[in-house]
């Protein structure tokens, strides 16, 4: 477990009430058994959770012990940043429980107009434990590199770390979530038990904008876990920033939920907290371009998927879902363990191959160059789709069309790396969010008000990779006359 500080009970009770005053919690939290433990963390300062529980109850320190989340601490948050920014070593351990005491503000903030909105909700208790147990457990299907295995492994399934991470919840969990009666700050009525379907379901991003039957309150809170600001990235911007040193405080956080409030059509921002709104989207957007973007972190990447590739079958033996005990051990750390000893392999000489070229990789030995990049932004009304950067492989063919004959085989890597500013309006996971306007009274769509429609829509960052460096600024050439729609004929000579 965590690291706890053991301090005298009346100045925890001191403390606490004095932080989570100032951050617009409850004065009074409510720990009707057992001790309440604080974790310390730089971002949130004490993070509180139930550490105990009655005879048939469970805490939720229960649910932060178990293997499931401990193993979150062997998974970097940022899959392969933390090479490029060396102070950026924390994962996705700290992540989520970050995300646990930013569903605790949320509920403070939100529950009384999701009551008013929603008659037939829960109680404010059954509420915050469920976007508490939620906003924890929302992370628990990633594997090593995060993201990253969500293209390269789980999609070969049909899988998602969050659908991976129902399952999980489902299978590993479900009897303790039943058993979860508080959390340090509220709890639940005596006819309530906390439901793990609608945990799992508030994790899962929706495929469409069918709502499943679901009751409408749920489907408000899950904006908390897949609109335009939720627990998830309000606390990795926040977190990523710091720990980058990008930024050390970001974004208004105290502004954006002060400014929240569920109305009769979903989550909705006062116009007064829309610049709080406004900025926490840029900032967004400028760690992609400058962390997860960033050009020596996507040459990692580039290396790291060609080798990944070609060692997937010796790293896991098949769908997760029929191996969900050696996935649970599947982390950056035994992978990392696994595959460095691949080059003294006795017998098989691929594995020694791929373990000397695993070697080299967790040395930062890393084959690709940046040879050239340029940023694409679309605005309102631009079609993405319209461009050959689009996609990776129609990007790579328009280029190659480009170069020299005798060059049309040089070893190149191409990445059209994609982030959206804001959801279009026909995704499954916009039409979320909305805007309160002031003068009128009305709720609008975020899109109406002009501050929000000068945020782009999207923004694709070019890059072209080579081993070669002394071709770069034909590279360059050929990439600015691809940008200006040059035909392909017309190939830069060298």
Request: proline share 6%; glycine share 4%; with cysteine.
């Amino acid at each position: 477990m965590m690291e706890n500080r053991k301090e005298d009970s009346q100045q925890i009770e001191c403390r606490t009430r004095s932080k989570e005053h100032a951050s617009g919690m409850s004065p009074e939290p409510l720990v009707l058994f057992g001790e309440k433990t604080l974790s310390f963390d730089p971002i949130h300062g004490y993070i509180a959770f139930t550490a105990s529980a009655p005879e048939g109850e469970a805490s939720e320190r229960d649910l932060i012990d178990h293997p499931w989340v401990q193993r979150l601490r062997q998974i970097h948050q940022l899959q392969c940043a933390w090479w490029v920014f060396p102070a950026a070593q924390h994962t996705r351990f700290q992540h989520v429980l970050g995300a646990m005491h930013l569903a605790s503000r949320a509920a403070a903030q939100l529950y009384p107009s999701l009551k008013q909105v929603c008659p037939d909700c829960p109680s404010r208790g059954y509420v915050e434990s469920l976007l508490r147990v939620a906003a924890l457990l929302h992370d628990v299907g990633h594997g090593p590199f995060g993201h990253f295995l969500d293209q390269y492994l789980l999609a070969d399934y049909g899988l998602t770390h969050e659908t991976l991470g129902a399952e999980i919840i489902r299978r590993e969990f479900a009897p303790l979530i039943r058993k979860l009666r508080r959390n340090p700050f509220s709890s639940l009525e005596s006819h309530e038990t906390l439901d793990p379907e609608q945990v799992a379901f508030l994790i899962v991003r929706p495929k469409s904008r069918e709502d499943a039957g679901q009751p409408r309150w749920l489907l408000f809170l899950r904006s908390l876990f897949c609109g335009i600001y939720t627990l998830d990235n309000m606390d990795f911007v926040l977190r990523d920033a710091y720990m980058t040193g990008y930024n050390i405080r970001a974004f208004d956080l105290e502004r954006l939920l002060q400014y929240s409030a569920f109305s009769e059509k979903g989550l909705t921002i006062h116009e007064r907290g829309l610049s709080a709104l406004v900025r926490f989207i840029a900032v967004r957007a400028e760690l992609f371009h400058s962390v997860y973007y960033h050009r020596t972190v996507r040459a990692i990447d580039i290396t790291l998927r060609d080798l990944f590739l070609e060692s997937k079958p010796y790293l896991f033996p098949g769908n997760p879902l029929e191996h969900l005990d050696r996935y649970r051990e599947f982390t950056d750390w035994s992978l990392f363990t696994d595959v460095a000893r691949w080059a003294d392999h006795p017998t098989d000489s691929r594995l020694r191959e791929l373990g000397q070229r695993w070697r080299a990789f967790l040395r930062r030995e890393i084959p690709w160059k940046l040879a050239c990049e340029r940023t694409i932004v679309f605005e309102e009304g631009q079609s993405e789709d319209a461009t050959v950067f689009s996609d990776e492989k129609l990007f790579e063919e328009a280029f190659r069309k480009r170069l020299p004959q005798h060059l049309r085989d040089l070893p190149l890597r191409f990445d059209p790396a994609r982030h959206v500013y804001r959801p279009g309006s026909y995704a499954p996971t916009a039409g979320q969010n909305f805007l309160y306007d002031s003068a009128t009274g009305e709720i609008r769509p975020l899109a109406d008000r002009e501050l929000f429609r000068q945020i782009p829509l999207s923004y694709r960052i070019c890059r072209v990779y080579t081993q070669r460096v002394e071709y770069r600024k034909l590279l360059a050439r050929i990439l600015d006359a691809m940008i200006r729609g040059e035909p392909a004929d017309e190939v830069t000579n060298v």
